[in-house]
Structures are given as structure tokens and as C-alpha cells.
């Protein structure tokens, strides 16, 4: 009679995978410039540095967009073709907006923006 061959030991049970941790949500920036390539390049350098951006040119759009999307912060010129940068965060604020506000002089250094945004929204 031929020997019975060796039996395999039973496979061990596969690891366990763990469950994906869902990635949160990019912190939503309201980008408010009224040149338009100021307004390109802010838009790109933040979606770069991984938030989701909106854009608008005017103070008007600024506070109808920051009522309909709610912004994490908002990166807003000084000068605006109808109000002043200030009289946005102010109307924002005295509307029941509590949205961080970052104003933009001009001239300004992209990195000290987006790292200003960073230290504001880390916060």
C-alpha cells in the first residue's frame, strides 16, 4: 500500500484589511479678486495646496457666494471695483458669517497667502 502523502497544514486566515479611512472634505476657499488673473492664479495655487476653491470678482458675489456655499475662509482683495474689502468681511460678519477672513494688499507673495490660510483654517 503506498504511503499517504503528507497533508498540507490549513491555510491561515488571510490579514484583515482595514477599512479605508475616508479623506476629509478639502477646506472650502472663497477667493475674492476683481483682475481676473490674480483671481486665475489665487484659484490655481489653492487647488494646487489642496482646497476647493470658488472665485468671484466682485464684493456683491462675494457675499451671494459665501451665503449659498458657506466658505471655510475667504482670501478677499482690499480694493474692489464696488466695495471695499473691509465693508465685505464686515457685512459677512454683521450677516451672521463667522467665516475667517484674509485680506490681500497688493503686492502679495503667494507663499505667505497660502501658508496664512493654512495657519487660520489649522487653527
Known amino acids: ?16 484589511v482595514p477599512a479605508p479611512v475616508p479623506a476629509a472634505a478639502p477646506a472650502r476657499v472663497l477667493v475674492v479678486d476683481d483682475e481676473q ?6 484659484t490655481e495655487t489653492f487647488r494646487l495646496a489642496g482646497f476647493a476653491v470658488t472665485a468671484v470678482g466682485t464684493g456683491v458675489a462675494a457675499l451671494n457666494t459665501a451665503y449659498a456655499e458657506t466658505p ?8 474692489l471695483p464696488d466695495f471695499d474689502g473691509a465693508d465685505v468681511a464686515r ?3 454683521d ?9 490681500l494688499p497688493k ?17
Open 1 to 16: 500500500m503506498p504511503p499517504n502523502p503528507p497533508v498540507p497544514a490549513p491555510a491561515a486566515a488571510p490579514a484583515p
Open 37 to 42: 488673473d490674480v483671481r486665475e492664479l489665487l
Open 72 to 79: 471655510d475662509l475667504v482670501v478677499l482683495d482690499v480694493r
Open 91 to 93: 457685512l459677512l460678519r
Open 95 to 103: 450677516g451672521g458669517r463667522e467665516v475667517p477672513v484674509v485680506l
Open 107 to 123: 503686492p502679495f507673495s503667494l507663499e505667505n497667502v497660502v501658508t496664512r490660510v493654512r495657519e487660520i483654517l489649522a487653527a
